[in-house]
């Protein structure tokens, strides 16, 4: 069946987490790809406002899955936005407060920090390159819009505390420090099918890039799942296809294997 949808996470996929930057092989690939027809999506859980490392693709991007799938859009078509229950928010919020841990609260287009700790700086500055974020802009204005996804600084035993309070939340983890909260309904996997009954094409047409275990959902719905060489074990396999990592020309690898570039 002929691809005529890619989908690709961001961190350790697009972007290297070593570099910080897109590889050259990757930005030919994709290039490649949407002149052959090929629709180009980007698929994170990062949220809208700190997507800010795709540059050298960004003008190839046809649409956005971000916040793990909680708002998806083509253009300035909405697909779907699925914000989290503010009682689920403020139960998180709460036990940040008492367990003393930092949390991001991301609105659809702004987002701020909770009770700020050292490790946000270690991970999401030093080591994603996220830059924009206002550090002094006050929670509690996004408290009273919708919020699309929490991102606390938590372990999975501390995870495996706050969540069953949270009864309409679910968790995706990819990084061992941290983790993203978003409404149970909204996942990777259910926004490609949302995206593809939007665009008319069925999601065995399109293939998924991913590294993390919010990818998942994603690599299991699309037709073709590529799990990166880097990527954890969990995802390599509920994969298709295992291609090599970020820095080894992976994307373009398994885009020429599957026939999307020459």
Known sequence: MTIKAAFFDI?????????????????????????????????????????????????????????NGAYCFIG?????????PAVDVMRMVDDATRRDYCVIVCGKNQVAIHNYKP???????????VTNIDMDK?????LEQPVLQLTPFITEDDERLILPEMTESISARWHPAFTDITVR??????ALA??????????????AFGDGGNDKS???AAGIGVAMGNAVEEVKAVADHVT??????????????????G
Not at 185 to 190: E, P, R, V
């Open 244 to 261: 090599t990592s970020v820095d080894d020309d992976g994307i373009a690898n398994a885009m020429r294997k599957f026939g999307l570039i």
């Open 76 to 84: 300035n078509d909405e697909i779907a936005t699925t914000p989290l």
């Open 185 to 190: 309904a909204a996942n990777k996997g259910s």
């Open 218 to 220: 994603i690599l299991k």
């Open 194 to 207: 949302q995206v593809a009954r939007h665009l008319g094409i069925k999601t065995e047409e399109c293939i």
């Open 11 to 67: 961190d350790g996929t697009l972007v290297s987490f070593r570099t910080h930057r897109i590889p050259q092989s990757t930005i030919h690939a994709i290039a490649e790809a949407k002149q052959r027809g090929v629709k180009i999506f980007i698929s994170t859980g990062r949220p809208v406002a700190l997507i800010n490392n795709i540059k050298e693709v960004e003008q190839l991007v046809e649409g956005y899955i971000a916040f």
């Open 138 to 142: 006050p929670v509690g204005s996004l």
């Open 119 to 129: 490790i946000f700086n270690e991970i999401f500055v030093e080591g994603l390159g």
